[in-house]
């Protein structure tokens, strides 16, 4: 018995490292003066850097449980827990001179992600109901308290409480269809819940009932339409890094629990989630789209295409096929870094008492700052799947993931709405380029943010040219995860 | 020499320079980024130049081929080889990007070292569409020569470049990203993306009809045909006369070599199934776009126009299926890529010097510069058809090859030559001849050594084709042969026999 414990607690090392190290940032900055904030800063990444090690020192690659089938650790969950740690990382990098501007730069910043990170850490590796809805819980309330952090900050508050009542609604919805789908199989274990649908078909009314239910709550977690309206107020109320946050990072999760309940779990009833999904891929992606097109605000229209991207990836998991799941959890993971370059681009040009928020801010930038306009580029490339970046490579393989499993029209959809998103990704462009400067300064960077911020833009590019080693990774994971 | 990666030279030479004068051009002079973007782009001529000496005309297949696994997930390889269609046209773009920096020498003053290096890399970028055959790696040099068009008429263009360079851009996408799904659709019966495939896989006639639909969509964009034209004499009249040159000598080339690789052998039935309506739409070109060629007061506009009528004998031709046709078609091709760009330039000498573009502000040019009036009246001929210059070759084949299938499409087609003589010969009377209008124009310079030089050679090479077109058809021909081969594999279907 004492055997198995300590198996387990080996199992769920980084959790309990991350977990740790978040509750020393918190005590420590008790003890230091504010001068000495580049401490918590160091230790964070520390934090990052160990979970790394932990993580990738024992990489899965075979399923294993803990603590009765509550915990998975697989190639899946490993990949995604790396990609978290790296997101995470690029975050407390971009967001520091930002956060020092606004004097936000405070310990219970760090503590918050950090325990954002363990909740989403345990969101990728539940393999129970109970356990989603925990380690959904744990990031969304300090999600929540994050958008409230600059707290005199009047559309922060409001923002925050709109974000508060409607995830709560959401994490109702979420458990109301877990209720119902423990009513009917009896279990809140993905495994039982799987094998007990397989072999006893039970009362279908109330399952698919369950399944209407927790398809909303996910649904709202990622952000897809009709769960949408959050979002772009989100987005704009809350401090630019915390929406980066809250935009890239958390997404993995989602993804992570929507396919452990939906693939794993209720994958016999594949063909009723099947038609939802589709319908949410659909209005996603038509909605997200479009509407970006009518916003002026940056970080709206940063929103409108988050919830477009959702849409690609809710397409590929409505495939319903390992090499689906595959093409999402790429479109997931690039997603990520393309949104992380946005909002770093976004922190970059803003300064103490000004907030890069407009799209006029972007006028002329190609003349102020080239290179900068240059990332931007190519980032704004990625977004719009232009190839040679790897945007072009996510949206392709989602394409062609859908072809395969039949969806033909809906992918002359997609193609036609992606071209309609080109077009607001290219009036950035064209705002750099073609536009005259309403600003002559040239914007100043701190070394560690322009070095961070050419890695991530140029890695965009590079795994564009050269795409393969990337999506064998995402292959494989979902490959030796899900059967 | 080594010949085995000659193609990976010639497209990443330019590439690459393109890329260095980038990076160096905060520490550059405009003068110094001139001439080192004028050693580049000749340095990437001459690495062309040994695919034309040391390629063997004699045998249609693909050549010089390059091939490694470049995403083995996806069976995309990077995979190079040129046949007879594909080398003249990489020769005409890495000669055009010459020209361009040439012709750029003066008229551009803002930020020379960003513009020289775009068109340094487009240059790379189209002899990557003209010889991948991997149809993902196609795709991919396809869409990544977009930006630096967009580029280029969005920050030098004129005062409307906005609206020109995002219609260019979102019409041109629209055709790709059904072309993607073409590939995608491909990719997923032959699970390969390689070109030779795809012409073997077997498809059933109604799967033709919408992949040829498909791929219709993105080419007819490019050539343009009528009714997907609209973007170009938008594109042509704001961008710098640079772009105007490399759009117009290369880029509507890409969508009939694309035909010629793509849509025609992948779908073979339904281009002979649609040959009507491809047919019809090429005789509107033809003889409608030359009528409002006429009535055009802007001088770029009308010579957009006139592309456009040119590029239909193009597609006219192909479609024909015959060899005289096809040869005809290619020949076309280039004589446009030479007259369209010494078109496009003169306009250009004539913009520099006065900065408006309306006929109507011309008038007497001739009496204040001969020498220029003299290349220009040539060129506005060889426009027009005139015997001894390309022009007449490739139309006057065409001709030939419409006659042999039915008089009334040769009647047609051969009516447009007294429209375009038309057009051509009165905008060169509104603006050379007559009195000199006003002071400026009895003022003007005439031409420089260095725009004499430029328009020099393009007349020399127009008059070279239009005397001895066989230095073409000699590349051509048997990959001509066996194009219609292959074409006609399968025999003409006349009703249709749908299949899923």
Not at chain 1, 135 to 161: F, H, M, P, V
């Given at each position: 018995m004492n055997q198995l414990i300590q198996s387990d607690l080996f199992l769920i090392l980084p959790e309990i490292f991350v977990l740790s190290m978040a509750m020393v940032v918190l005590m420590t900055d008790l003890f230091i003066k504010p001068s000495q904030r580049w401490i918590i800063f160091a230790l964070s990444q520390l934090t990052l850097l160990g979970g790394?090690?932990?993580?990738?020192?024992?990489?899965?690659?075979?399923?294993?449980?803990?603590?009765?089938?509550?915990?998975?650790?697989?190639?899946?969950?490993?990949?995604?827990?790396?990609?978290?740690?790296?997101?995470?990382?690029?975050?407390?990098?971009?967001?520091?001179?930002?956060?020092?501007?606004?004097?936000?730069?405070?310990?219970?910043?760090?503590?918050?992600?950090?325990?954002?990170?363990?909740?989403?850490?345990?969101?990728?590796?539940?393999?129970?109901?109970?356990?989603?809805?925990?380690?959904?819980?744990?990031?969304?309330?300090?999600?929540?308290?994050?958008?409230?952090?600059?707290?005199?900050?009047?559309?922060?508050?409001?923002?925050?409480?709109?974000?508060?009542?409607?995830g709560a609604l959401a994490s109702g919805l979420l458990l109301y269809g877990m209720s119902m789908i423990?009513?009917?199989?009896?279990?809140?274990?993905?495994?039982?819940?799987?094998?007990?649908?397989?072999?006893?078909?039970?009362?279908?009314?109330?399952?698919?009932?369950?399944?209407?239910?927790?398809?909303?709550?996910?649904?709202?977690?990622?952000?897809?339409?009709?769960?949408?309206?959050?979002?772009?107020?989100?987005?704009?109320?809350?401090?630019?890094?915390?929406?980066?946050?809250?935009?890239?990072?958390?997404?993995?999760?989602?993804?992570?629990?929507?396919?452990?309940?939906?693939?794993?779990?209720?994958?016999?009833?594949?063909?009723?989630?099947?038609?939802?999904?589709?319908?949410?891929?659909?209005?996603?992606?038509?909605?997200?789209?479009?509407?970006?097109?009518?916003?002026?605000?940056?970080?709206?229209?940063?929103?409108?295409?988050?919830?477009?991207?959702?849409?690609?990836?809710?397409?590929?998991?409505?495939?319903?096929?390992?090499?689906?799941?595959?093409?999402?959890?790429?479109?997931?993971?690039?997603?990520?870094?393309?949104?992380?370059?946005?909002?770093?681009?976004?922190?970059?040009?803003?300064?103490?008492?000004?907030?890069?928020?407009?799209?006029?801010?972007?006028?002329?930038?190609?003349?102020?700052?080239?290179?900068?306009?240059?990332?931007?580029?190519?980032?704004?490339?990625?977004?719009?799947?232009?190839?040679?970046?790897?945007?072009?490579?996510?949206?392709?393989?989602?394409?062609?993931?859908?072809?395969?499993?039949?969806?033909?029209?809906?992918?002359?959809?997609?193609?036609?709405?992606?071209?309609?998103?080109?077009?607001?990704?290219?009036?950035?462009?064209?705002?750099?380029?073609?536009?005259?400067?309403?600003?002559?300064?040239?914007?100043?960077?701190?070394?560690?943010?322009?070095?961070?911020?050419?890695?991530?833009?140029l890695a965009l590019l590079f795994v564009g040219l050269v795409p393969h080693r990337f999506m064998d990774a995402t292959a494989q994971a979902v490959a030796l995860s899900l059967h | 020499m080594n010949l085995t990666h000659i193609l990976s030279f010639s497209i990443w030479t330019p590439i690459f320079l393109g890329g260095l004068i980038l990076l160096l051009s905060g520490k550059m002079s405009d003068t110094q980024a001139k001439w080192f973007s004028l050693i580049s782009s000749l340095i990437s001529f001459l690495i062309t130049i040994p695919l034309y000496t040391a390629f063997d005309f004699s045998f249609g297949q693909f050549q010089f081929q390059e091939f490694f696994h470049w995403i083995p997930a996806f069976h995309i390889n990077y995979h190079l080889g040129v046949d007879g269609f594909a080398v003249p046209l990489i020769l005409l773009t890495s000669f055009t990007t010459v020209i361009v920096v040439m012709a750029s020498w003066r008229s551009i003053k803002d930020r020379v070292a960003q513009y020289m290096a775009a068109f340094l890399i487009m240059s790379g970028l189209l002899i990557g569409v003209f010889s991948?055959?991997?149809?993902?790696?196609?795709?991919?040099?396809?869409?990544?020569?977009?930006?630096?068009?967009?580029?280029?008429?969005?920050?030098?263009?004129?005062?409307?470049?906005?609206?020109?360079?995002?219609?260019?851009?979102?019409?041109?996408?629209?055709?790709?990203?059904?072309?993607?799904?073409?590939?995608?659709y491909l990719y997923l019966q032959t699970h390969s993306f390689e070109v030779v495939n795809f012409y073997n896989a077997g498809l059933g006639l109604y799967s033709q009809i919408l992949i040829f639909l498909a791929f219709f969509m993105a080419f007819?964009?490019?050539?343009?045909?009528?009714?997907?034209?609209?973007?170009?004499?938008?594109?042509?009249?704001?961008?710098?006369?640079?772009?105007?040159?490399?759009?117009?000598?290369?880029?509507?080339?890409?969508?009939?070599?694309?035909?010629?690789?793509?849509?025609?052998?992948?779908?073979?039935?339904?281009?002979?199934?649609?040959?009507?309506?491809?047919?019809?739409?090429?005789?509107?070109?033809?003889?409608?776009?030359?009528?409002?060629?006429?009535?055009?007061?802007?001088?770029?506009?009308?010579?957009?126009?006139?592309?456009?009528?040119?590029?239909?004998f193009v597609t006219l031709g192909l479609f024909m299926f015959n060899s005289i046709g096809v040869e005809g078609a290619y020949i076309q091709m280039i004589s446009h890529g030479f007259i369209s760009a010494a078109m496009f330039l003169s306009v250009g000498v004539l913009y520099d010097r006065l900065h408006t573009r309306e006929i109507a502000d011309y008038g007497g040019v001739m009496h204040a510069m001969p020498t220029f009036t003299a290349f220009a009246v040539f060129f506005a001929m060889a426009n027009c058809g005139l015997p001894g210059t390309s022009g007449f070759v490739g139309e006057f084949m065409v001709i030939m090859s419409a006659m042999q299938n039915n008089f009334w499409i040769a009647l047609i087609a051969a009516s447009s030559l007294i429209f375009g003589a038309a057009y051509s010969l009165w905008m060169v009377k509104r603006v050379f001849y007559g009195a000199p209008r006003n002071q400026k124009i009895s003022a003007l310079k005439d031409i420089s050594w260095r725009e004499f030089s430029i328009l020099s050679i393009l007349a020399v090479l127009i008059i070279i084709v239009g005397v001895y077109p066989k230095i073409i058809t000699d590349m051509t021909n048997a990959t001509t042969v066996q194009f219609l081969e292959h074409m006609q594999l399968i025999k003409p279907i006349t009703s249709l026999p749908m299949d899923v």
């Open positions: 790394a090690y932990l993580t990738g020192q024992n990489f899965s690659h075979e399923t294993q449980f803990a603590f009765s089938n509550m915990f998975v650790r697989d190639g899946l969950a490993d990949f995604l827990k790396m990609m978290s740690y790296v997101g995470t990382s690029l975050i407390f990098f971009y967001s520091r001179s930002y956060m020092k501007d606004r004097n936000l730069y405070r310990g219970e910043y760090f503590a918050l992600v950090l325990f954002a990170l363990l909740g989403m850490m345990i969101m990728i590796s539940s393999h129970n109901m109970l356990l989603v809805y925990m380690g959904l819980e744990l990031l969304s309330l300090c999600l929540y308290s994050l958008t409230a952090l600059d707290r005199d900050n009047q559309k922060a508050t409001e923002s925050a409480i709109k974000y508060f009542v409607l423990y009513g009917a199989t009896s279990s809140l274990d993905l495994n039982v819940i799987s094998t007990s649908l397989l072999n006893h078909p039970t009362d279908h009314a109330i399952l698919i009932l369950g399944l209407v239910f927790v398809v909303a709550g996910l649904a709202f977690k990622l952000g897809a339409v009709p769960f949408q309206m959050w979002v772009p107020d989100v987005y704009e109320g809350s401090p630019s890094s915390i929406a980066m946050l809250i935009s890239s990072v958390p997404k993995l999760a989602a993804f992570a629990i929507t396919v452990r309940i939906l693939a794993e779990g209720l994958q016999s009833m594949m063909v009723d989630w099947k038609q939802m999904m589709l319908i949410m891929a659909v209005l996603s992606i038509g909605i997200g789209n479009i509407t970006a097109i009518a916003q002026t605000n940056i970080k709206r229209m940063y929103a409108y295409s988050t919830i477009s991207h959702i849409g690609f990836i809710l397409f590929g998991l409505m495939s319903g096929t390992l090499n689906g799941y595959a093409s999402s959890l790429f479109y997931v993971v690039s997603y990520m870094f393309m949104t992380l370059v946005s909002f770093g681009i976004l922190m970059m040009m803003s300064r103490k008492n000004f907030e890069c928020e407009t799209l006029e801010d972007f006028k002329g930038l190609n003349k102020r700052n080239p290179w900068y306009a240059f990332l931007m580029l190519i980032t704004m490339l990625s977004m719009a799947g232009i190839p040679p970046t790897v945007g072009f490579y996510a949206k392709f393989m989602v394409l062609q993931a859908a072809f395969d499993a039949g969806f033909a029209m809906f992918v002359v959809y997609a193609v036609m709405m992606a071209l309609v998103g080109m077009f607001y990704y290219m009036r950035i462009v064209k705002l750099m380029y073609f536009d005259e400067p309403k600003l002559k300064s040239k914007l100043d960077v701190s070394m560690d943010m322009q070095w961070i911020l050419w890695a991530n833009a | 991948a055959l991997d149809a993902m790696l196609y795709y991919i040099f396809w869409e990544a020569m977009l930006i630096p068009m967009f580029l280029v008429i969005g920050i030098w263009g004129g005062p409307n470049r906005i609206y020109a360079t995002i219609k260019f851009f979102l019409y041109t996408v629209l055709g790709s990203l059904l072309m993607l799904v073409a590939f995608i007819a964009v490019k050539i343009p045909m009528w009714p997907l034209h609209t973007w170009l004499p938008d594109a042509h009249v704001e961008a710098p006369t640079g772009g105007s040159v490399v759009l117009a000598a290369v880029m509507l080339k890409l969508g009939a070599y694309s035909f010629m690789r793509f849509a025609m052998p992948i779908a073979p039935d339904a281009a002979i199934y649609l040959k009507d309506f491809m047919v019809t739409l090429s005789l509107i070109a033809i003889l409608y776009i030359a009528l409002i060629a006429l009535v055009q007061k802007d001088m770029k506009k009308l010579i957009a126009y006139s592309s456009i009528s040119h590029m239909g």
